[in-house]
């Protein structure tokens, strides 16, 4: 195992992938290249959906928002991840270690509410096509996106407070390369079953209920486009919807592993593989799943490189 200086007295370990060192060389080069695909790919996204008028539109608007917080997330997590991968010093500052938890499970929070909100973006295209333009009017689309903001931050102040003022009687060490809540909890030195109870509770309102209304919407979406019989309409019932499903399925099935499974097996590698899907690796595959699913994406690409091209000339 690396050595790990114990003797900073305060500071967090967070442990991580530090009893296998060749994994944490190859996991480095992997992170590393993810957070920058990240970076590229969400920040395209966001200027494309800016500068494009075509693409001034709630699904679009949407979009920039998913972007813009898994940009926040990744950064919230990923730098402190690579320094803890490339050296022998595993540790955090008890500053950094509630910045990084706030961060996370306030953006966390956010994007799940997003998500639900996003899928009942592609209901109305798809179900009440003739009046989307009225539905989904500006202020309700702002309004639906700052009530998944407000969410997410209501959220990370009721449950990460909380987790941060149980005692912790002088255990440091983190099983986990992130400050998450529920590695945190794991550290406290008192009887900590209201906690997990709460826990359970937060995951059910913020993680089941918002995945309960998306497959609600794509139930309503799949029997309306069943009575489509135009091929050329489930193409593009099927492309409208198709990249949502997929970030759907990869945030989803990931994110409730780590926080719907037993305590018990928390601890195990597993749970901290699971929790490098869904904070490295999905955030990466969003703006590639938008962009190649995506004819709108790419001619909007297209016609900001060709109008680059001109200026230049």
């Known amino acids: 195992m690396a050595t790990i200086n114990e003797s900073l007295a305060g500071n967090f370990i967070l442990v991580g992938f530090s009893d296998q060192p060749q994994l ?30 075509l693409l001034h539109t709630p699904m679009y608007y949407f979009l920039t928002n998913l972007s813009f917080v ?10 402190q991840l690579l320094w803890n991968l490339h050296g022998p010093s595993k540790t955090i500052t008890p500053i950094g270690c509630a910045i990084q938890l706030y961060i996370s499970l306030a953006l966390g929070s956010t994007e799940c509410v997003l998500l639900a909100v996003m899928a009942f973006d592609r209901y109305a295209a798809v179900c009440r096509p003739l009046h989307y333009a009225t539905v989904m009017h500006s202020r309700l689309c702002q309004s639906l996106a700052g009530m998944a903001w407000l ?55 913020l993680l089941l209920l918002p995945l309960a209304l998306i497959l609600i919407s794509y139930a309503c979406i799949i029997q309306a486009v069943m009575r ?12 409208t919807c198709g990249s949502h499903l997929l970030v759907v399925s990869l945030f989803y099935g990931t994110v409730t592993a780590v926080y719907i499974q037993p ?51």
């Open 24 to 53: 944490e060389k190859i996991l480095f080069v992997v992170v590393l290249i993810s957070y920058l695909l990240t970076l590229v790919g969400n920040t395209a996204i966001i200027l494309v959906s800016c500068l494009d008028p």
């Open 70 to 79: 898994d940009l926040c997330f990744t950064t919230s997590i990923v730098p």
């Open 228 to 239: 489509i019989r135009s091929a050329q309409a489930w193409r593009k019932a099927l492309g």
């Open 263 to 313: 305590n018990s097996s928390y601890a195990h590698s597993q749970g901290k593989f699971i929790t490098l899907l869904y904070t490295v690796v999905t955030p990466t595959f969003n703006p590639l799943i938008y962009t190649l699913r995506n004819k709108d994406v790419k001619g909007a690409l297209k016609r900001l490189v060709r109008k680059d091209q001109s200026i230049a000339e």
């Open 151 to 205: 969410s997410g931050v209501g959220n990370t102040l009721i449950q990460g407070t909380i987790i941060l003022r149980l005692p912790r009687c002088g255990n440091h060490r983190i099983y986990h390369f992130i400050c998450e809540v529920p590695a945190m909890i794991k550290l406290a030195c008192v009887d900590i079953h209201a906690n997990e109870v709460q826990l359970f509770m937060a995951s059910l309102v």
